[in-house]
C-alpha cells in the first residue's frame, strides 16, 4: 500500500489543452516530487516541492509547473501540451529522505492527441 | 548527474537469490545509492538505500564496494513476484532528485 494517491488514472488531452494532476500524500510528508515517465524509459525528475516552495526542477520547460498545499497534497500543472509529454507522470513524497526512501504513486497515464 | 550503468535483463530461478549490479562509478561522496523496482502498470517501490555501508532489511541487501563505485542488490530467495524493471539510483543532494536509468528487467522463473 502506497499512501500516495494520484488522479486521474487516465487521462486523454488534445494538443494545445492545459492539464492538471493531482497528487495525495501521507501525512507528514512535506517533501513532494514528480516525475515523467515515457514508455520504456526510466522516470525523468520534473521537479520538487518542499513546505509548498520549489526547491529543485530538472530540464523541464517553464510550461511544466507545480504547487504544493498544506494538507499534503499538490498539483503538477502543463500547459500549451505538444504530443511528446503523453507519459506516466509520477508523484512521490517522503517524510525524511535520509531515513526513508521516497513512496510513489501508480501515476497518472497522460495521453495527448 | 551520476551516471549508472546495470545490465538490461537477468533471470533467476525461483527461490535462488538474485544479484542485481550496479555501476555507478562517477558518484559523489554525499549521494545515497537507493534501489526501487517497478513492477508492470505501477509506481516505483522503494527497496533499500545506502551510503557506505552495507544495509539489509526485510525485502533485500545491498552491498557496497569500498570504493562506492558500485552496488549488488540481493534478494535472497526470488519469488515470482521479484519480476520487474530494478532500478539503482543515486540521490542528489542539494536537487534532491533520483536519477533513473533504464534498469535491469528481471525475470524470476518457476
Known amino acids: 500500500e502506497t499512501g500516495v494517491t494520484q488522479s486521474p488514472t487516465h487521462l486523454i488531452k488534445t494538443r494545445g489543452q492545459q492539464v492538471t494532476l493531482r497528487c495525495s500524500s501521507q501525512?507528514?510528508?512535506?517533501?513532494v516530487s514528480w516525475y515523467q515517465q515515457a514508455l520504456g524509459q526510466g522516470p525523468q525528475f520534473i521537479f520538487q516541492?518542499?513546505?509548498?516552495?520549489?526547491?529543485g526542477r530538472g530540464n523541464f520547460p517553464p510550461r511544466f509547473s507545480g504547487l504544493q498545499f498544506p494538507n499534503y497534497s499538490s498539483e503538477l500543472n502543463v500547459n500549451a501540451l505538444e504530443l511528446d509529454d503523453s507519459a506516466l507522470y509520477l508523484c512521490?513524497?517522503?517524510?525524511?529522505?535520509?531515513?526513508?526512501?521516497?513512496?510513489f504513486g501508480s501515476g497518472t497515464r497522460l495521453t495527448v492527441v | 548527474d551520476a551516471k549508472t550503468t546495470q545490465p538490461t535483463s537477468m533471470d533467476c530461478a525461483e527461490g535462488r537469490a538474485a544479484n542485481l549490479p550496479c555501476n555507478h562509478s562517477?558518484?559523489?561522496?554525499?549521494?545515497?545509492v537507493y534501489w526501487y523496482r517497478q513492477i508492470h502498470s505501477q509506481g516505483p517501490q522503494y527497496i533499500i538505500h545506502g551510503l557506505k555501508n552495507n544495509e539489509t532489511n526485510e525485502m533485500a541487501s545491498l552491498i557496497i564496494t569500498e570504493d562506492r563505485k558500485s552496488s549488488t542488490l540481493i534478494l535472497p530467495h526470488a519469488t515470482l513476484r521479484d519480476t520487474a524493471v530494478y532500478y539503482c539510483t543515486p540521490l542528489q543532494g542539494g536537487s534532491e532528485k533520483l536519477v533513473f536509468g533504464k534498469g535491469t528487467k528481471l525475470t524470476v522463473n518457476p
Open positions: 516541492y518542499y513546505r509548498e516552495e520549489e526547491n
Open positions: 562517477t558518484i559523489s561522496g554525499n549521494e545515497y
Open positions: 501525512s507528514g510528508h512535506n517533501t
Open positions: 512521490a513524497s517522503t517524510l525524511d529522505r535520509a531515513n526513508y526512501g521516497y513512496t
